[in-house]
């Protein structure tokens, strides 16, 4: 009885042994299906994606490519902000004037002898004949007038002639001592000039001769001196004003005199001219200057006229320059990061790289309201502001106290 037991025992335990490999075996073969199935899938997914990319327009698909092999942002967490400031000056905001000496335009006019001829004597006879002609120069005749030939004689006979450079400018008999002046035409002159003197013939008288004896025989004309109606000055605009400068404007007051014998006042900057015009005497002028016609460094400005005299005084030239160029940037410091600088795990180093060496550089700085002062003459200024940042956006200010030129700023963890 007890062996039927046991019998009935193993074949049941070989029975269910027996159910379990092929449950075992079943839930295999779904698993390796499943799992082929899942692998067909992938494939299929990646195909498409394939394809995609491929016939994506170039640079849709070069734009991709970039996106997806920039370098991670973590890799250079550790710049918190860099900028190139540039120049940054003291003149901006402000304005500037140059001045310029009061200067004196004067038309100077005086008679002066231009030639003096000794005496000399002309005849028209059948047997005697005789010319003069004599030349002269004129070093001026642009600023020659009221040239006159004055003299005297002694004989006289025949009708005068006297040409001018091959022109008639006197043909007459002469009756009587008192002899007016010939006036010479300014059109005639040149800077060499001829005057030629004859007398006409007797006709059938032959014998008698006519004849001229000339005495204190002088030209004389007005010279007008332009050496006094012209001046000039030099001013200078420095490198950060010229580069700051929004305008320039020239102011002065013109007193005049005589009013109705006046040329006009021209001035010019840099051989450009400026102004060309007869100005309101008495009252003060203002006279915008661009910029293109002003030079960083030398200038130079002439004040001129032709006719008449001016008395140009407060005379001024005033440059705006823009709004201050205070330079101000921002940055963030995540909670993460923050917390390492408070730990001291990392330092915020503020580095300011300026151009210039062996010159002093000045400014004030501003970190989060926090302000202390640069003044170095070294190259690099560096400064530890682990107590002067905070958790989310911070800002930078900087303020120059002389001019300069920054290459670089830049805060960075260390």
Request: hydrophobic content about 35%; some cysteine.
């Amino acid at each position: 009885m007890v062996q039927k037991k046991g019998r009935c025992l193993r074949k049941r335990f070989e029975l269910r042994e027996r159910m379990h490999r092929q449950l075992a075996l079943s839930l295999n073969s779904r698993s390796a299906q499943g799992g082929m199935n899942a692998a067909i899938l992938v494939a299929i997914i990646a195909g498409l994606i394939i394809l995609y990319i491929i016939f994506l327009p170039t640079a849709e698909r070069e734009k991709m490519i970039n996106e997806n092999t920039k370098t991670p942002s973590g890799e250079k967490s550790n710049i918190l902000l860099i900028a190139n400031p540039g120049m940054l000056s003291t003149s901006q905001g402000l304005e500037a004037e140059k001045s310029i000496p009061n200067i004196f335009l004067v038309e100077t006019t005086n008679a002066k002898e231009l030639e003096r001829i000794n005496p000399f004597i002309i005849r028209n006879g059948w047997f005697d004949k005789k010319e003069k002609s004599l030349d002269f120069v004129l070093e001026d005749p642009d600023n020659t007038d009221n040239v006159v030939l004055s003299f005297t004689t002694k004989k006289r006979g025949g009708i005068l002639t006297i040409k001018l450079n091959n022109n008639v400018v006197f043909e007459s008999e002469l009756t009587s001592d008192l002899i007016e002046p010939i006036k010479l035409n300014k059109k005639m002159f040149g800077k060499t000039n001829t005057l030629a003197f004859t007398v006409s013939s007797v006709g059938l008288r032959f014998w008698e001769t006519n004849e001229y004896s000339f005495e204190n025989a002088k030209i004389i004309g007005d010279i007008t001196d332009t050496s006094r109606q012209e001046s000039t000055n030099i001013f200078t605009i420095s490198e950060s004003e010229y580069v700051s400068m929004d305008k320039a404007t020239l102011k002065f007051i013109p007193y005049c005199g005589n009013v109705n014998d006046l040329g006009a006042l021209e001035i010019y900057i840099n051989n450009k001219k400026l102004v060309s015009s007869v100005p309101n005497c008495d009252d003060p002028y203002r006279q915008s200057i661009p910029k293109s016609a002003l030079n960083e460094g030398e200038n130079n400005i002439v004040f001129k006229t032709n006719k008449g005299s001016y008395s140009v005084e407060q005379i001024r030239i005033s440059l705006d320059f823009k709004e201050p160029k205070v330079k101000t940037y921002y940055f963030e410091i995540k909670g993460s990061t923050f917390k390492k600088i408070q730990n001291g795990d990392n330092d915020a180093l503020l580095t300011i790289k300026f151009v210039e060496d062996k010159k002093l550089k000045q400014a004030k700085l501003d970190v989060n309201g926090h302000i202390e002062s640069i003044d170095t003459y070294n190259m690099v200024f560096s400064k530890n502001i682990n107590t002067k940042v905070s958790e989310g956006n911070n800002f930078i200010r900087l303020e120059p106290l002389e001019d300069l030129e920054i290459a670089e700023l830049k805060i960075e963890l260390t």
